[in-house]
């Protein structure tokens, strides 16, 4: 996998051209994103805070992966209050645009927190996200810090979410899962034409 850092864009004004297609990557503050990004891309793409909300920024990775291209669009993280009103506002409105507006995105991966699976925030994105979700559009849901669970909790985790995947940064679980089914969702059975041809 090679990645390219592209830009940094404050809003959706300074978005890249949609010329790409694009996985949107969604986690509310302290979901571990930059973990999971640093991880993703077996590189340090992401600076790792201990204060959540760092990412205020809508950020573009180039990926390309066994051939193909596709932009990875990372998300300011939602949830974090520690801002003025106004600017969660302006925030608010910015990615509610990005996100309902952008016709290339195919993806969006929703990183939900394993110890708190069911958190109202949580449920409320997904939501949202299917309140306008096209026919070409898919919700992909990763559990992340699943190192944190006892076999047993994870077990009932999987049982409630079948659809779900799950990944641990810290120990680099479950990563590749994540690669092969956003390459299965994008391209289709991507790697099967590979070795048929």
């Known amino acids: 996998m090679k990645v390219k ?11 890249i051209e949609p010329n790409f297609t694009e996985v949107a990557l969604l986690g509310r503050s302290n979901v571990g994103k930059s973990s999971f990004l640093n991880t993703f891309t077996n590189q340090k793409i992401a600076k790792v805070s201990s204060t959540p909300g760092k990412t205020k920024l809508i950020n573009f990775f180039e990926i390309e992966d066994k051939g193909k291209k596709y932009v990875l669009v990372d998300l300011p993280g939602f949830g974090y209050a520690k801002v003025s009103k106004s600017m ?4 608010g409105k910015n990615l509610d645009e990005f996100l309902k507006n952008r016709y290339n995105i195919k993806l969006f991966i929703h990183l939900r927190d394993a110890r708190h699976p069911d958190l109202d925030i949580d449920n409320n994105v997904d939501e949202y ?12 849901t990763v559990f992340t810090k699943i ?5 047993s909790e994870l077990a009932k985790l999987k049982q409630k979410y079948p ?6 940064n810290l120990k680099k679980r479950g990563i590749d899962k994540v690669k092969e089914k956003i390459n299965e969702i994008l391209w289709g059975n991507y790697e099967n034409n590979q070795t048929n041809s």
């Open 5 to 15: 850092f592209i830009k940094s864009a404050p809003t959706i004004k300074e978005a």
């Open 88 to 91: 969660l506002k302006d925030w």
């Open 163 to 168: 659809e779900a995947l799950f990944v641990s």
């Open 147 to 151: 190192d944190k669970l006892k076999q």
């Open 129 to 140: 996200l299917k309140s306008f979700l096209r026919k070409d559009q898919q919700i992909l």
